[in-house]
T-cell receptor
Framework: RKEVEQDPGPFNVPEGATVAFNCTYS??????FFWYRQDCRKEPKLLMS???SGNEDGRFTAQLNRASQYISLLIRDSKLSDSATYLC??????????????FGQGTTLQVKP | NAGVTQTPKFQVLKTGQSMTLQCAQD?????MYWYRQDPGMGLRLIYY???????DKGEVPNGYNVSRLNKREFSLRLESAAPSQTSVYFC??????????????FGPGTRLTVL
């Protein structure tokens, strides 16, 4: 079983739709959580960090459920420019604190006109 | 600022050839990382350098070596390339804070094909 699991999709949605992605992680010692965005044939870029209290950035909302060990990303009012692969990322360093990240395989979103 | 740069962008090797992938960052970050990305696998950590002068193995280090030349540069070497090393390679860097790390910044990647 992969340490960070995501549904690879693709998720095909019309413009203006609301779409949600979930991600599960297996190591309960995981410390920090992130969503990265990766455009086709480009490098990953940080979309947002995920906090225990949940956080919102414009049309994007991230939630963390430590008890169930899952992370979610909600995108409201989808735009064509949101088409990309969304990577769920976990830092499970704990006391060793090396900054190492564990990446899920990514969920592909395609927003259609 | 250029951020994280990688050279070359593309490379084709024959089995058994060697090469070095170069990475440099101009953000004065202390930690640097090498990942490979394969279809359906996500990014996997090959080696990392938590600070200048230190390197450690990641999840998939076999067949690779690294050098942290100075604070800016972190190179990845394939001594004897194999077809299984065909992949996209990303270098990343981050700044360690007092108790945690900030986001990792990635280079544009090197697309390597081993025939």
């Amino acid at each position: 079983r992969k340490e960070v699991e995501q549904d690879p999709g693709p998720f095909n949605v019309p413009e203006g739709a609301t779409v949600a992605f979930n991600c599960t992680y297996s190591n309960s010692a995981s410390q920090s959580f992130f969503w990265y965005r990766q455009d086709c044939r480009k490098e990953p870029k940080l979309l947002m960090s995920v906090y225990s209290s949940g956080n919102e950035d414009g049309r994007f909302t991230a939630q963390l459920n430590r008890a169930s060990q899952y992370i979610s990303l909600l995108i409201r009012d989808s735009k064509l420019s949101d088409s990309a692969t969304y990577l769920c990322v976990v830092n499970r360093d704990g006391s060793s604190n090396t900054g190492k990240l564990i990446f899920g395989q990514g969920t592909t979103l395609q927003v259609k006109p | 600022n250029a951020g994280v740069t990688q050279t070359p962008k593309f490379q084709v090797l024959k089995t058994g050839q060697s090469m070095t992938l170069q990475c440099a960052q101009d953000m004065n970050h202390n930690s640097m990382y090498w990942y490979r990305q394969d279809p359906g696998m996500g990014l996997r950590l090959i080696y990392y350098s938590a600070s200048e002068g230190t390197t450690d193995k990641g999840e998939v280090p076999n067949g690779y070596n690294v050098s942290r030349l100075n604070k800016r540069e972190f190179s990845l070497r394939l001594e004897s390339a194999a077809p299984s090393q065909t992949s996209v390679y990303f270098c990343a860097s981050t700044q360690r804070g007092r108790s945690s790390y900030n986001e990792q910044f990635f280079g544009p990647g090197t697309r390597l094909t081993v025939l």
